[in-house]
T-cell receptor, first 112, second 111 residues
Framework: EAEVAQSPRYKITEKSQAVAFWCDPISGHATLYWYRQILGQGPELLVQFQDESVVDDSQLPKDRFSAERLKGVDSTLKIQPAELGDSAMYLC??????????FGEGSWLTVV | GQNIDQPTEMTATEGAIVQINCTYQTSGFNGLFWYQQHAGEAPTFLSYNVLDGLEEKGRFSSFLSRSKGYSYLLLKELQMKDSASYLCAVIGAGNNRKLIWGLGTSLAVNP
């Protein structure tokens, strides 16, 4: 069964350092999402791509976060500089038609 | 504003039936998802409802009433492995099909 691939699974970084997460969606899925999830809360959308275009980045802290999906396939989410409050799980998800959204395993970030 | 309400926690006994409710107020509606999330793991898809009525998938069923802004997830023959958080999410209006997430219901299944 096709899966959304994410890496790294776990990342520990010092505050003020840069960190990047990578996501490869299910083949053929035009829509790609990056979510942030803090323990005990629902996922918070950071950015949504349709192919290579950003369709929603209203909740992305653009002073330190950036996301790209240059060829409309895989995507990278970057944080620079990382802050303590960025510690969370970063989830990538993809969808073909919007009727089913599949999540990757997530990337756990701990900022120390 | 847009809002999704779910109970924070529920407890049930192995072998029993449990119903997790979700009410929503959103600007537009294009479908409702239920996801299961075990601690430390990503959400996994359970169901998608866009029309009123009951959708059954094995031990899990999901119901939707659009006029009432209401859905429930029904879990039958509960197993210990069903202990998890259950997230309700609604697709709002607009071409980008933005998902609005509830905070999740933490279900504990006891022996």
């Amino acid at each position: 069964e096709a899966e959304v691939a994410q890496s790294p699974r776990y990342k520990i970084t010092e505050k003020s350092q840069a960190v990047a997460f990578w996501c490869d969606p299910i083949s053929g899925h035009a829509t790609l999402y990056w979510y942030r999830q803090i323990l005990g809360q629902g996922p918070e959308l950071l950015v949504q791509f349709q192919d290579e275009s950003v369709v929603d980045d209203s909740q992305l802290p653009k002073d330190r976060f950036s996301a790209e999906r240059l060829k409309g396939v895989d995507s990278t989410l970057k944080i620079q500089p990382a802050e303590l409050g960025d510690s969370a799980m970063y989830l990538c998800a993809s969808s073909y038609s919007g009727n089913t959204i599949y999540f990757g395993e997530g990337s756990w970030l701990t900022v120390v | 504003g847009q809002n999704i309400d779910q109970p924070t926690e529920m407890t049930a006994t192995e072998g029993a039936i449990v119903q997790i409710n979700c009410t929503y107020q959103t600007s537009g509606f294009n479908g409702l998802f239920w996801y299961q999330q075990h601690a430390g793991e990503a959400p996994t898809f359970l169901s998608y409802n866009v029309l009123d009525g009951l959708e059954e998938k094995g031990r899990f069923s999901s119901f939707l009433s659009r006029s009432k802004g209401y859905s429930y997830l029904l879990l039958k023959e509960l197993q210990m492995k069903d202990s998890a958080s259950y997230l309700c999410a609604v697709i709002g209006a607009g071409n980008n099909r933005k998902l609005i997430w509830g905070l999740g219901t933490s279900l504990a299944v006891n022996p």
